[in-house]
């Protein structure tokens, strides 16, 4: 019996099985140039495609679960359950998270461990060194960064790809605002490093990341900070109060602060539901 300890990565994935298996390659080649060996977690979201893997000539992956959702849950508490899943086994020495629609670099997985290795107690985060999408993406990108910050008081310009020691994962396993927003709750409830990183080129198909998508990672985040974001709301109506009485701004930055806390008081009533596991989870298949 192999006692040795894993290095797991974890992969959310909606019928994006292309890309997942072009990725996979990737991780393979840089792999043979580390060293190691990973084995891989991939959560299926309920896809509604047929799965396709093509897993016969990767050498240095050398275990394939497949962790098969009953219902589409989104990215963030795909990611959740597959954790929980995760905090259940033995032999497990690091956790990686990335998408697996090619947008997280590989090539980056090697720098990543190394400061890893530096930092054991930390949550290693990929900030995003770059981005390559179109010119209005990237500025409605930074108004969202610039308003979470001020209303949570955090600049989160990272994402879910990360990695972090096995034994840290007690630290977000338990709270619901994991289910919201990975990187927020690790942010809040543990220490993190940020490492640059360019965000490559979907592999196929166009990138998720449009105005709709925006808006609702915006509001995760705040959900985590859910008390912060209440005290900051009063703090913006005041100031509003005291130097825009008499106009509109007033009136628009009340109705706004109000609309926001309603739906962030609905999201945190929502994302309780998903701490049951049994709930979610249909079946787990090993490929390799």
């Known amino acids: 019996m192999n006692s040795k300890k894993k290095i797991i990565i974890l992969l959310p994935v909606y019928n994006d099985w292309a890309s997942l298996n072009k990725l996979f390659k990737y991780i393979d080649n840089q792999a043979k140039k580390m060293s190691i060996n990973f084995n891989a977690l991939i959560i299926n979201d309920n896809s509604s495609k047929k799965s396709h893997l093509n897993i016969k000539n ?41 998408d697996s629609d090619g947008e997280d670099s590989p090539f980056a997985l090697n720098k990543m461990l ?5 930092n054991k107690e930390k949550f ?28 949570t008081g955090k600049y989160i310009d990272y994402g879910n790809f990360s990695c972090f020691n096995f034994n840290n994962l007690k630290k977000i396993i338990n709270q619901k605002e994991t289910y919201s927003a990975f990187c927020s709750s690790v942010t809040k409830f543990s220490k993190i490093i940020k490492v640059p990183v360019k965000k490559e080129i979907r592999y196929q198909g166009k990138s998720k990341a449009n105005f709709k998508f925006l808006i609702m990672h915006s509001l995760n985040i705040i959900n985590v900070f859910s008390f912060i974001f209440f005290l900051r709301s009063l703090f913006f109506i005041f100031v509003s109060f005291v130097f825009f ?11 706004l602060f109000v609309i926001l806390n309603c739906i962030n008081l609905y999201l945190i009533k929502t994302q309780k539901d998903a701490l049951y596991f049994d709930r979610f989870v ?5 490929l390799k």
Not at 245 to 253: D, S
Request: charged share 25%; with cysteine; hydrophobic share 50%.
């Open 58 to 98: 990767l050498k240095k992956i050398k275990k394939i679960e497949v962790l098969n959702l009953k219902q589409n849950c989104g990215n963030q508490i795909a990611i959740a359950l597959g954790l929980r899943y995760l905090s259940k086994k033995k032999n497990i020495s690091k956790i990686i998270v990335m």
């Open 114 to 118: 190394e400061i890893l290795g530096k």
């Open 124 to 151: 290693v985060f990929a900030s995003r060194a770059s981005r390559k999408e179109n010119f209005i993406l990237k500025f409605l990108n930074n108004l969202r960064l610039i308003f979470t910050f001020l209303m």
């Open 245 to 255: 009485k008499e106009t509109y701004i007033l009136n628009f930055v009340i109705v």
């Open 282 to 286: 249909k079946n787990t298949v090993q």
